[in-house]
């Protein structure tokens, strides 16, 4: 067979065979085994070649077919055999092929060969015409570059722009007219300068590059991260003869990246548990804290559930937990107690935050868990601190503001007792019964007294020796294998029924004369219970013991000593009585026998001064009454108004140097007193108000009265009281400076006082230096 | 005349209030201590008794209570005295009235009247 080179149309007659020769489409004819019988001239254009009668068409190298990605489909896979092979007589089927890489459609059809009964497969290569023309294929394509939001730069090979699209004119700030025509490189930073060299390199290879990230610049000279796209152009004939270039602007994208790093590194190295879970409760992240709180790795954990983490009796947590996180809400530093993968508990803070998707729905919830064992270790610490302190500062104000020793004692065991840790404390105390014997106190703390009621009082062995004679403390962690211990008959140790003891301590109790008066001891069946810390508390509660001791022996020996005091002053002002009841007695008798003037007069002086010293002897009866606490009153109602007016009366007629001026309102004001005791009180008062103001004529005596309270003053005008006479005025023996050279004992404002207390009234005082004072007292009024 | 006990230990207080009985028209008979009153109240019954409380070998409050339980003495007016100012001191005594030291000599007068007063 022989191919013919004359058109199609040439020549009126013309064999079928002469018309397949002719036909502008490709076709061949080959048996089953790919034996060519017959091709044409379109075919031998495709394959570049003349291709002969009885040539295997898997011969015909140049007639490559490709696949959808451009790709050349090897001999092997070729679609010719799978058609060869087929028992289909027609099949239609879409390939590439040609060195253009052409759409066709390959047609088949099967064929007898008349004379020898073989088969033969007919191929039609029927090219791919588009359905739309060129022009609009080409329009439809400006305008996706023209509108894209990529912006899209098409250059030549020697890297001057030929095109620029709208999204171009945005990214860069340039304008088309601008840049057409220019070099690439004025969008690269100067460092980027070699990326040029190595695109154009890639492109001239055929090789396109893809999401290339690098750094271009904008016309302002801002630095625009972008990810490239770079595409050979080629011409119609296949050649290379520039780029397009698709860039992307990063910034946001890296922005978000950068952040994302960033939270993973910190989620990722956080000391905290930050796990995340779905709304089932499914583990659904989980980070390196995570794994060395919990123990777990991530691989172990991931899709198990949360509960695995929580301690079986709170698991309700868990329910409650997913219930706020569903409804939106946060959980914040809720303190409870997980579980560790080796089972041990440990308390963890957690936090927890509804996790929600981009449409806001929440999926899941984030946890942050933070070990808290230290913190509760360390406010555990702190804690027991401060009830040390506590302890240490009421034991301080405890024993310092109480004076009675067996109180004192026990404070001080009970407080050590408690500070050291002992399971039992005891104090021995040396102290004097009354006759001056010595003898031992004890208090216990943690113990009952049973517990030492038939144990003797602790003897001079060697355990105990360095302790009572003040030697220093002992602190042992276990006693019974001390070398002092055992050494003494009849128990060597302890004696029976003792409560057992292997951390001893024990503190001397020294006085401030330096003289050991007790020993606080200390035990517990534990050994090394006691540390140096405790040592030193108790011996600085020790040393304060000791000084309360010593006040609160000095206070006993006041104590009695002031009692005796006032016995003696009752009994001597009683003694003193007795005599003067006669002197005055005789005084009587003459004051009635004796005519002569004068005579009277000195005897009235005399009787006068009589009196002066009744009263003496009584305000000092009474003061030793007050003190030993059994000054007596009885109550009786009676006009407090009347009794007013008639002292005022008596007095107006003693005092001649003095006016006295009432003040004592129209209405009779009863009261429940005990009337006698009260006209004392106002004696008293109105006697100072005359001794202490010397050079005045006049004193007040006023009576008032509102809805709570009956009030009575005596007002002087004489030399008055400094502030810190006005608070020290009723105390016993108390006598103002000013007052030197005016007589008295200082008695009269403190019975006064004991007078209204025990009434419920008040005694008060108003005065200023110079201007005179008023003494007043509040009576409460009875209805 | 009127026969008045007076008990009384101080010597110079037994003195003066003899002087001022025997000045009144009492006769007068004094003793400075319970035993001494005891022996003779048991033989000679008087119109009236002054006693103080603190003696030296009694108390004039026990002394009271028996003369007011025996038959004979039972009617005698009796005044009781003491420095201890606290009338309460003679309450279940049985006296007929107590006289607080020291007292003024008309006092003294007007607590015998109105003892003696009260009886008739």
Known sequence: MKSTESPLSSAPSFSVEQLLKELPVPLFTCNRQ??????????????????????????????????GNGRRISSENSPLLEILHSRNPVINKQVKAGPKNQSFLLSTSFSLKADQGEQLVNFCLIPNYSTESEEIKNARLSAIVEYSNDAIISKDLNGHITSWNKAAEKLFKYTEEEVIGKHISLLFPED????????????????QIKHFETIRLDKTGKEIPLSLTISPIKDSAGRIIGASKVAREISERLESEKKQAHLSAIVEHSDDAIISK??????????????????????????????????????????????????????????????TKVGKEIPVSLSVSPIKNLQGAIIGASKIARNIEEQIRFRKKIKAYNVKLNILNSVGRDISSNLDVQTVIQKVTDACTKLSGAKFGAFFYNTENGNGESMMLYTLSGAPKEAFENLGMPRHTAVFQSTFTGQGAV????ITSDARYGQNYPFNGMPPGHLKVVSYMAIP???????????????????????????????????????????????????????????????????????????????????KKIEEPSSRLFLSKALEQADRLHTLIEDLLNMSRIEAGKLEFHYEEFDLREMLLDLAETFSH?????????????NPVIVKADKQRLEQALINLLSNAVKYS????????????NDENIRVGVRDEGIGLTEEEQKQV???????????????????????????????????????????SEFYFMLPRIC | MKKVYLVEDDYGLRDLMSVLLIHKNFEVQAFPNATSFTKTINKEIPDLILMDIMLPDGNGVDLCKNLRDARETKEIPILLMSAHANPSIADGSGADAFLPKPFDVEELYQCIETVLEARL
């Open chain 1, 694 to 705: 010397p050079t005045a004529q006049k004193v007040h005596l006023n009576l008032s009265v």
């Open chain 1, 192 to 207: 980027r300068l070699k990326d040029e060299r190595m695109i154009l390199d890639t492109i001239k290879r055929g090789e």
């Open chain 1, 475 to 478: 602190r042992i962690d276990d």
């Open chain 1, 34 to 67: 790919g034996i060519l019988h017959l091709s044409n001239t379109a075919f031998d254009e495709l394959c570049e070649l003349k291709a002969l009668p009885g040539t295997s068409v898997f011969e015909i190298k140049t007639l490559k077919f490709f696949d």
């Open chain 1, 654 to 666: 003693s005092a001649s140097t003095h006016q006295i001026i009432t003040n004592l309102g129209e």
């Open chain 1, 278 to 339: 779905d709304l089932n409760g499914t583990i659904t992240s989980w980070n390196h804290g995570a794994s060395k709180i919990f123990g777990y790795s991530e691989e172990e954990v991931l899709g198990k559930p949360i509960t695995l983490l929580i301690p079986a009796e709170r698991l309700q947590e868990e329910d409650l937990i997913l219930k706020k996180i569903k409804s939106g809400e946060k959980i914040q530093h809720f303190e409870t107690v997980r579980v």
């Open chain 1, 730 to 772: 009723f105390s016993r023996f108390y006598r103002a400076e000013s007052t030197k050279g005016i007589n008295g004992l200082g008695l009269g404002l403190y019975l006064t006082k004991q007078i209204i207390d025990a009434h419920h009234g008040q005694l008060a005082v108003e005065s200023k230096v110079g201007a005179g």
């Open chain 1, 509 to 591: 109790v020294i006085s401030s004369s330096g003289k050991v008066t007790g020993g606080l001891l200390f035990g517990h069946p534990e050994k090394g219970v006691f540390q140096e810390e405790h040592e030193m508390m108790i011996k600085s509660i020790a040393a304060q013991a000791a000084i309360a001791l010593d006040n609160s022996r000095l206070f006993e020996r006041v104590k009695s000593l002031s009692e005796k005091k006032d016995e003696f002053i009752a009994l001597a002002s009683h003694e003193l009585k007795t005599p003067l009841t006669t002197v005055k007695g005789y005084l009587q008798i003459l004051e």
